[in-house]
């Protein structure tokens, strides 16, 4: 419902994450509440927050375990800031945490809200395991017995293999295709050359590189507490010296014919972002400059095997709703890569402006699922 006669503009005043790291690796005690609480603990020391009651927090993981189903409340509540301040919870895979900052923009673009918080985390590192229905179903039998031998009996039926658990993954549910089998398929089709993927990859990690040895992303970073004491503060992409030698000498990771590998597509990291939104009004008056406003936004699906190709129609259905001078030339510039979509996809980087994310593309920055997408959405500076 909207609060008097006028949508407020929107802006975006702040954006932090903690350090992007390959899972498995330096966050592998870590679990998604932790990562959450951290980046939302420095937005609140980076803001003056302490104690301060934000409208809202809304948050999200792709990947988490049943009893984190109030995970952002509860990492609202070891951040600092006010114990009235609500948490919700959402999910809308890779793309959960620009579904956080829209979701919160409408509510202050309509007036219900002034200022909020918006995030994602996620970790390959501590997964929910998941076994099989048949052990599920023996456990809830002898939950329901209401004798000792109806408790007991089901366990007579245990065999070995309901004990096997279900590996995780973030495949397609209907298809059950990976993120890089999906782009196989892609690239097939379009014609995308093994040769243009590499290409693409070696100058994403060369601009990463140089970004992190410019500093240029020191500023958004923020330290993690690890359990053994210590503190984690950089990222662990790029990959240093990465020449097309190198990359070209790797073998297919998904298909045995196949054009992906390793090297020219992403990683799956452990990580997570938030940002900070307000009315721009109540910004300007805060004396806070706006990294970015939100003009427009708009979602797209696809058929379940090329769900890698969404942001196509995405792209498109903005355009026509927000169209302005010069915007439609950038919309036209994606139309006309077609088959190069998928590299102008990993590199979110709008052509003619200056952002963050011109340093690099997912494949030299390591992509963590939930984040990366809130995360790009104040890259302008």
Partial sequence: ??????????????????????????????????????????MVERYD?????????????????????NLTRESVLGSGLAAETPGLDLQRAC?????????????????QIDCAIAAGVDTVSDPPVVYPKSFQQLLLRSYRGKTFGERVGPWFGLRLKSLMPVLP?????RTGLSMGESTELMVKTWGITRAEQDAFAVESQRRADAALKACVFTDELVRVPLTDG???????YPRSGTTLESVAKLKPAFKQDGTVTAANSSSI??????????RRSTAER???????????HSTHAQEPGWFTTAPVGAIRKLFERKAQPGEEQHASLLERAKGRLMLARRAPVIPGRDRKADYAGHAGCGPELAA??????????
């Fill in 286 to 296: 805060a004396g806070l400059a706006p990294l970015a406003v939100i003009a427009g």
């Fill in 169 to 173: 993954g973030v495949a397609e549910p």
């Fill in 269 to 278: 990291s452990d990580g997570a972002a938030a940002l900070v939104l307000m």
């Fill in 49 to 69: 927050l302490q104690g301060r009651l934000v409208d809202e927090v809304a948050a999200g993981a792709v990947m988490k375990h049943s009893s984190q189903w």
């Fill in 372 to 381: 990366t997408a809130g995360l790009c959405a104040g890259a302008p500076r």
């Fill in 230 to 236: 210590t503190t984690f503060a950089k990222d662990e």
């Fill in 1 to 42: 419902m909207l609060v008097g006669t006028n949508p407020r503009r929107v802006a975006i005043v702040g954006g932090l994450r903690i350090p992007f790291v390959r899972g498995n690796g330096a966050y592998a005690r870590v679990g998604n509440q932790e990562m959450l609480t951290a980046t939302l603990r420095g």
């Fill in 95 to 111: 793309g959960t945490s620009l579904e956080a900052a829209i979701s919160l923009g409408n509510k202050i673009a309509l007036g």
